[in-house]
């Protein structure tokens, strides 16, 4: 249990034992804002939607370095076995949040720039934390919170579309025609078997488009409903409206409809951005071999890429044990990750 002794480690098993689904994280924001003026931040609130927002310095050139406090639910019991710590999040992505927290929270901030820490509510939904920070900040690099290892630097991730299929009727007997249930279950099976005839399974992720069901429901009581919504992943360059409206002809065809539930487009960052030259410094001086990585998911970085300042998403952590029930981090890893953080703020002012 001595890795309960360093404060950093006893904020992320504390926060860890706070369950945070998308949606119910105030417990968890408390605790951690509770916690932050300890490490070092000199103004923390919670902001209207629920986002715990601290800050440190008062330059004008903002260094933000964007967190998410939310989970998916579930998860393994929270336990310390040895060095790792077990439970929901300790990977995606309060390992990270709680890295940033300690580093920002003891790092010098040199003359003229200000330090800014979010961490983001309802990342793994619909990110209404960050986008309700969007104009709120004009950050001059931005630094996302989410599992690559602490050698790994991840520099683009695929775009997302929520699409929602519906159909109603007054009621009518199955023996009559095609339900609504029936009209949404074929309108999504054109859809996903479309976009899988066109999938290559040979390229990178990041330039496939692939598709599952996230949700489906309906009644065959009364007024009849259905609804289904589609998941659908973007590669670099799809356009979400076309998609849609390929989408939509499908539903149209078989008497449903779609509608835009959400969409981001795929990002890219170049790997010569000033962010990701001092990552890579900051990495190799701690003993480390950067590598650059393309993700499959999707993640407030998509939203981020709305600055335009460099851009890069890093932290501790196997993102391949991310919503499993075999979540868990490191803590060796944990703790070299603040290393490499503390150097790269401490030398940011001077690249």
Request: charged letters at 25%; one cysteine or more; hydrophobic letters at 40%.
């Amino acid at each position: 249990m001595e890795f309960l002794n360093d404060p950093a480690v006893r904020l992320l098993a504390d926060l860890v034992s706070v369950p945070g689904p998308s949606g119910r994280e105030s417990a968890a924001a408390a605790l951690l804002a509770s916690r932050l003026p300890s490490l070092g931040w000199e103004s923390v609130e919670i902001d209207a939607v629920g986002n715990v927002v601290a800050t440190r310095g008062s330059g004008n050139e903002e260094f933000l370095l964007l967190g998410h406090i939310d989970t998916v639910p579930g998860g393994p019991p929270v336990r310390l076995e040895g060095n790792t710590l077990w439970g929901r999040g300790s990977v995606d992505a309060r390992g990270p949040l709680c890295a940033f927290a300690d580093a920002g929270g003891k790092t010098p901030v040199p003359n003229g720039m200000r330090l800014t820490l979010v961490a983001a509510v309802s990342e793994e939904t619909d990110s209404a934390g960050i986008r309700h920070r969007l104009p709120l900040h004009r950050p001059a690099a931005c630094l996302v919170g989410e599992p690559s290892g602490t050698d790994g630097i991840t520099l683009a991730y695929r775009g997302f579309l929520q699409v929602r299929l519906a159909c109603e009727d007054t009621g009518s007997h199955r023996s009559s025609g095609t339900s609504p249930l029936t009209a949404c279950l074929q309108a999504a099976a054109d859809i996903l078997d479309e976009i899988q005839r066109a999938d290559d399974r040979e390229k990178p992720v990041i330039e496939r488009t692939t598709a599952n069901v996230l949700s489906m429901g309906g009644t065959e009581e009364d007024g009849r409903r259905a609804c289904i919504d589609l998941d659908i992943r973007l590669p670099m360059g799809a356009e979400p409206g076309e998609i849609f409206r390929f989408c939509a002809e499908k539903a149209a065809a078989r008497g449903s409809r779609a509608s835009l539930v959400s969409a981001v487009c795929a990002h890219a960052e170049d790997r010569t951005n000033p962010l990701v030259r001092a990552l890579r410094v900051a990495i190799r001086e701690a003993g480390g071999t950067p590598r650059l990585l393309a993700k499959g998911g999707t993640a407030d970085f998509n939203y981020a890429a709305a600055w335009n300042c460099p851009l890069a998403a890093w932290g501790p952590g196997d993102s391949r044990l991310d919503h499993t029930n075999e979540e868990r981090l490191d803590l060796d890893e944990y703790l070299r990750s603040i290393r490499i953080l503390t150097r790269l703020l401490s030398t940011w002012g001077q690249t």
